[in-house]
């Protein structure tokens, strides 16, 4: 029986796609509440294909996912939506509308626990509000919460993306290479942000990044996937910076 919040059981997975291409090979391991995991690995590694497979972007062809003891691989209708708001998630493009407001982005992180009516004509609650504005406040963007979205750099727009995710009310936070595009300034300020949400919170992180010195400095654990395989996991105090040379040993597809 799983108590804390936040766990992720991943048991034996696989991922095939149709045309035969091998996306993930037979994962097994679980993710405790609290951890802030960061995964490596080359480019094609399985990295995103995971992530999306934990939340449930992608269906996986054999084995299960379980949240806090729920199998999402399973779930469907009003249960998968419930299990997928305990699932934030963050990408490297943003995902921003960028014609409307920041808060009005920050608000539809919520839309989850509104009827299709209500979300799509804005009518959130006076509390829903006030928490969209503690969220960009969370991550010092709540001067920005009135301006367009398309008015911000691209650091701006990340963490306007994790004060919307943090709407959800989530117990894992997923993040798919999210500082990949962004100057090493702004970087070390959305890691910074995500560190925060698990020490503070105590909020599961799992982040896929390319960055190894990154991986030395945020993670509490590191996983290492190469060709879809699970080829490396240990605790950072048991972390060996020439460990990666095995992980990015040879090649794969793009991801």
């Excluded at 294909?49 to 779930?75: C, F, K, Y």
Aim: no cysteine; charged share 25%; hydrophobic share 40%.
């Amino acid at each position: 029986m799983v108590d804390q919040k936040g766990t992720v059981q991943i048991q034996h997975i696989s991922k095939v796609y149709p045309n035969g291409t091998v996306g993930l090979d037979d994962i097994d391991l679980t993710i405790n509440a609290g951890e802030f995991v960061v995964v490596v690995g080359l480019s094609g590694a399985g990295k995103s294909t995971l992530m999306r497979a934990i939340n449930r972007l992608h269906d996986i062809s054999d084995g299960a996912i379980l949240i806090d003891g729920e199998d999402i691989t399973q779930a469907k209708g009003k249960a998968l939506r419930r299990l997928r708001r305990n699932l934030a998630m963050i990408f490297q493009n943003f995902n921003l509308v960028k014609r409307t407001t920041v808060m009005r982005n920050v608000l539809s992180g919520r839309v989850g626990y509104y009827s299709t009516f209500k979300s799509t004509l804005g009518l959130f609650s006076k509390a829903d509000r006030q928490q969209a504005l503690a969220n960009l406040e969370r991550v010092n963007m709540a001067d920005k919460a009135y301006i367009r979205a398309d008015e911000l750099s691209g650091g701006q727009q990340q963490r306007v993306a994790i004060a919307r995710a943090m709407m959800q009310s989530p117990t894992v936070f997923l993040a798919d290479e999210p500082i990949a595009s962004l100057d090493p300034k702004t970087t070390k300020m959305v890691m910074d942000d995500l560190k925060r949400l698990n020490e503070e919170l105590g909020m599961t992180v799992i982040v896929n990044l390319h960055s190894v010195p990154l991986a030395l400095e945020y993670a509490s654990r590191v996983i290492g996937l190469q060709a879809g395989k699970l080829v490396y996991d240990k605790q950072i105090a048991d972390v060996n910076q020439t460990d990666f040379a095995a992980i990015y040993a040879e090649a794969g597809d793009k991801e």
